[in-house]
């Protein structure tokens, strides 16, 4: 090999390696969610955003959905058993630091995942993402699910990441403007006895502002709204940027800091495919 060959070895093994770490200091995320298709949201997007934050991503997937960012077509949810199985054997053979759950779909899943994660990791931080309705307007999670969702799984979390939406259905009134957000933040906080993130992207203001309320004590983070901006997969990816913070030892408020820059970056640096606007993670 040339010298100038040897050299240019030399600098791509450094490109190659200059992230690595030990595994041992590698913090282990877990996400147990739905299969997205397009790549877009669910677990494939949870991935993407472990790895761009150097966690080591692990996963248990609860349901395969055909869609894109503007039709969901199928759903097949996978076995209970077989998503208990995945769990248990991710803790079997990983020292997993945080978890997040996004799309669960059905009350037998629910169950078992919150019975499971009871079992097996009842101090790991847990950000649930409560997937209720597809960005497409399709229903996510069947309605028989929704009591168990409140009355058994959101009572273990470290922090709940509902959009407005989703917010509003677990309130049970309508969400119209930030005073209204902070309020249902704040009595979702203590009906639940956790912390709730929620999100008032779909507000439609000049600001992106989230509120993370513990009991009465409100932290507020905001950026500018940035135009057009409506690209698919965001609270996946935010709930994810924050499970692999918690992973990293954050405390929470510091956490929800970090992966509000990050989705902002995300979306800031969005680019097109196709017919739709996708997040670029990277």
């Known amino acids: 090999m040339k010298p100038s060959q040897r050299k240019a070895q030399i600098k791509q093994n450094h490109k190659l390696t200059r992230f690595s770490r030990p595994f041992s200091s590698i913090p282990v995320t877990l996400t147990i969610a739905g299969s997205d298709s397009s790549g877009g949201a669910g677990i494939q997007a949870d991935l993407k955003t472990f790895s761009t934050l150097r966690t080591y991503g692990t996963s248990a997937i609860t349901s395969v959905v055909a869609e894109h960012p503007g039709r969901v077509s199928t759903i097949v949810p996978i076995p209970t058993r077989n998503v208990v199985d995945q769990i248990r054997l991710i803790f079997e053979a990983y020292p997993v630091a945080a978890i997040k759950t996004g799309m669960l779909f059905s009350r037998p899943i629910i169950e078992a995942v919150s019975d499971e994660l009871k079992s097996l990791a009842p101090r790991v931080p847990l950000v649930i993402d409560p997937v209720m309705v597809a960005s497409s307007g399709a229903p996510l999670l069947q309605p028989a699910a929704i009591s168990v969702l409140r009355k058994k799984f959101l009572p273990q979390a470290t922090v709940v990441t509902p959009n407005r939406d989703e917010a509003a259905l677990l309130w049970g009134k309508p969400i119209r403007n930030l005073e209204e957000l ?101």
Do not use: W
């Open 182 to 282: 902070e309020r249902a933040g704040i009595e979702l906080s203590d009906r639940f006895g956790v912390a709730f993130l929620v999100k008032g992207g779909h507000l439609q203001s000049k600001k992106a502002v989230d509120l993370l309320c513990v009991g009465s004590k409100v932290t507020v983070y905001q950026t500018a709204m940035i135009p057009g901006a409506n690209p698919h997969g965001t609270g996946c990816t935010l709930s994810a940027a924050l499970a692999a913070s918690l992973a990293k030892g954050l405390p929470l408020p510091k956490a929800v800091a970090a992966a509000k820059r990050f989705i902002t970056h995300a979306v800031r640096t969005r680019f097109q495919l196709g017919k739709f606007r996708v997040l670029n993670q990277i």
